[in-house]
């Protein structure tokens, strides 16, 4: 209920912002039409998942923005009771040119999800346009569903460690072995849902036995004695 008081707060905060138009103040008016490479659930987003986003925005007002000025992707958590940043910008791109009416700007940039900004599980976000320019209004905001996961993104480091790191079988049914070069090293296995809930954690004795869960994907956390741990999708049938 709280989220959803949020966002029509902010909803109502858009909706009466004034509007160009007739016998009204010459503002820019900008509008985000295309974000993409940001992700949203269905899929699911690690802590320290890198993604290149797409960013187009148009201005559907009567007034041109001038060179110089930065046009800026603002964020909002609704949910920010669980995270440590509640409003920020998390993308800006510098005007070379004038922004004039019905123009559009595209620009490409990164953006990286972690626990600082996000809580596991679905959060509520907010984004809508900017301007370094105190003057420009939004002409529209987004609300959108990120499903995170707050264990580390798959993208294994790289090392000699991990180049023959796999899990065999992959889909599984009862267990898994884990195959690597020095398996000795292995520690404990930690097995999470794509919640990032921990379902089974263990010490590694040649085999992990993991018949107990449900079908599905899972992420699995091998811990290496002195080094980091690695990461690994398996399929449970």
Same mark, same amino acid.
């Given at each position: %209920?709280?989220?959803?008081?949020?966002?029509?707060? +902010?909803?109502?905060?858009?909706?009466?912002?004034? $509007?160009?138009?007739?016998?009204?103040?010459?503002?820019?008016?900008?509008?985000?039409?295309?974000?993409?490479? =940001?992700?949203?659930?269905?899929?699911?987003?690690?802590?320290?998942?890198?993604?290149?986003?797409?960013?187009?925005?148009?201005?559907?007002?009567?007034?041109? %923005?001038?060179?110089?000025?930065?046009?800026?992707?603002?964020?909002?958590?609704?949910?920010?009771?669980? /995270?440590?940043?509640?409003? @920020?910008?998390?993308?800006?791109?510098?005007?070379?040119?004038? =922004?004039?009416?019905?123009?559009?700007?595209?620009?490409?940039?990164? !953006?990286?999800?972690?626990?600082?900004?996000?809580?596991?599980?679905?959060?509520? /976000?907010?984004?809508?346009?900017?301007?370094?320019?105190?003057?420009?209004?939004?002409?529209?905001?987004?609300?959108?569903?990120?499903?995170?996961?707050?264990?580390?993104?798959? *993208?294994?480091? *790289?090392?000699?460690?991990?180049?023959? =790191?796999? +899990?065999?079988?992959?889909? =599984?049914?009862?267990?898994?072995?884990?195959?690597?070069?020095?398996?000795?090293?292995? @520690?404990?296995? $930690?097995?999470?849902?794509?919640?990032?809930?921990?379902?089974?954690?263990?010490? !590694?004795?040649?085999? %992990?036995?993991?018949?107990? +869960?449900?079908?599905?994907? !899972?992420?699995? @956390?091998?811990?290496?004695?002195?080094? @980091?741990?690695? !990461?690994? $999708?398996?399929?449970?049938?």
């Amino acid at each position: %209920m709280r989220n959803r008081i949020i966002v029509l707060l +902010l909803a109502l905060q858009v909706a009466m912002l004034p $509007r160009q138009g007739h016998g009204q103040g010459a503002t820019p008016l900008v509008s985000i039409t295309q974000l993409a490479g =940001f992700q949203v659930c269905p899929d699911t987003v690690f802590h320290q998942q890198l993604v290149t986003m797409q960013v187009t925005f148009h201005n559907v007002g009567n007034t041109a %923005m001038q060179v110089g000025d930065t046009l800026i992707v603002a964020w909002k958590n609704t949910d920010s009771v669980a /995270v440590s940043v509640y409003q @920020e910008d998390i993308a800006s791109f510098g005007l070379t040119s004038n =922004f004039n009416p019905n123009d559009t700007v595209s620009f490409v940039t990164t !953006y990286t999800y972690d626990s600082t900004r996000y809580k596991t599980g679905s959060n509520i /976000v907010v984004v809508w346009p900017r301007s370094s320019n105190s003057t420009t209004i939004a002409a529209d905001y987004d609300t959108l569903t990120v499903c995170f996961n707050p264990i580390l993104t798959l *993208v294994a480091p *790289v090392g000699p460690h991990n180049q023959s =790191f796999t +899990l065999s079988p992959n889909p =599984f049914s009862d267990g898994f072995e884990v195959l690597t070069e020095s398996p000795e090293l292995i @520690e404990r296995v $930690r097995i999470f849902n794509v919640l990032g809930e921990l379902c089974l954690s263990r010490p !590694y004795k040649g085999r %992990m036995q993991a018949g107990v +869960l449900s079908p599905g994907i !899972y992420i699995v @956390e091998v811990r290496l004695r002195g080094r @980091e741990a690695v !990461y690994r $999708r398996v399929l449970k049938r």
